[in-house]
């Protein structure tokens, strides 16, 4: 097929190579502008651009697309269908409308569940069991369109940065093998009655708070790795916590219970696997330790 592609992070750089090596036509790249990064603010190009132009795929990252220049330029590409995945703008529904097939859609949840920006994250902070991919044609609404293909994932003990990797392969499998038989498929609408929102992480939210059940917390360290990191103080410094797993003693909540470091909590505690302090690298509980012991009686923030 002649495809347009249009992705931004690294989520999306598995599909856009499914593509390519699958022998489709991929005739643009579609990304974010280049953010400026780093302490000289030298502008950095998005996951997709880099390997767009790799893959010697030309590049194109326009700021809007709802003028009319842009709305032009894009369907004068003559696209047979449009890939999207996690591009980051809102799609008009001329640009929808230009292809001759529509536009595909890579996202990572099983719709109409998390609907929205972090749907890898608010599946684990709910506790669900299984989580997934699926494939939609695209229409105006924020991710409400037809279901053409899902793929189911366990989420079991998994970070969103291990979700985030697994999610993104499956999901560029999915979308060449629906490619492959869109002439067969018949899309399903969703039941809004099932539908929930994925709403976009605050980094508000990754500050621990000791009073919550140490069940939940531990699920938003997963959902918080590896960002934007969740977080405690102590001594003044802002520690992360990547890892940790629940321990079934009780104390005052934030209260170090002992030399492992176990976290008192609301209900049961928390010991930490794996913490990162500020400009150092990721490290195990008792590396973190031997380097900086936390005396036990000690109440974190």
């Known amino acids: 097929m002649r495809i347009i592609f249009m992705g931004t992070p690294d989520f999306a750089v598995p599909t856009l190579r499914a593509l390519h090596e699958a022998g489709h036509d991929i005739v643009a790249a579609y990304t974010q502008p280049p953010r400026q990064a780093g302490r000289g603010k030298a502008e950095r190009p ?4 880099l390997a767009a132009q790799a893959l010697g795929i030309a590049v194109r990252h326009p700021a809007t697309l ?29 640009v929808l409308d230009a292809p001759a097939r529509g536009c595909l859609n890579v996202h990572a949840s099983l719709l109409p569940r998390w609907r929205g920006a972090a749907p890898i994250q608010r599946a684990i902070l709910a506790g669900d069991p299984v989580t997934g991919v699926t494939i939609m044609q695209m229409e105006a609404g924020l991710d409400t369109g037809p279901i053409l293909a899902t793929a189911r994932v366990p989420v079991e003990e998994r970070t969103s940065g291990q979700l985030h990797a697994e999610l993104g392969a499956i999901g560029a499998r999915l979308m060449v093998e629906t490619l492959a038989q869109l002439d067969d498929l018949r899309a399903q609408p969703q039941d809004e009655r099932e539908a929930t929102y994925a709403a976009k992480i605050d980094k508000a939210e990754a500050r621990l708070d000791w009073r919550k059940p140490a069940e939940l917390l531990e699920r938003e360290v997963r959902a918080f790795a590896p960002f934007p990191g969740s977080w405690f103080e102590w001594d003044g410094e802002r520690i992360k916590l990547l890892r940790a797993r629940t321990i079934g003693v009780n104390g005052a909540p934030g209260t170090v219970l002992d030399e492992a470091l176990t976290i008192a909590c609301g209900e049961a505690a928390l010991r930490p696997v794996v913490l990162q302090r500020a400009g150092r690298p990721a490290m195990d509980a008792d590396q973190f330790l031997r380097g900086r012991s936390v005396p036990v009686g000690t109440v974190l923030r």
């Not at 998005?46 to 651009?49: A, H, L």
Request: proline share 6%; no cysteine; aromatic share 6%.
């Open 66 to 94: 709802r003028d009319a220049a842009a709305q032009a330029a894009f369907a004068a590409l003559g696209a047979d269908v449009a890939v999207v995945a996690a591009y980051g703008l809102i799609l008009p529904q001329a």
């Open 46 to 49: 998005s996951p997709v651009q």
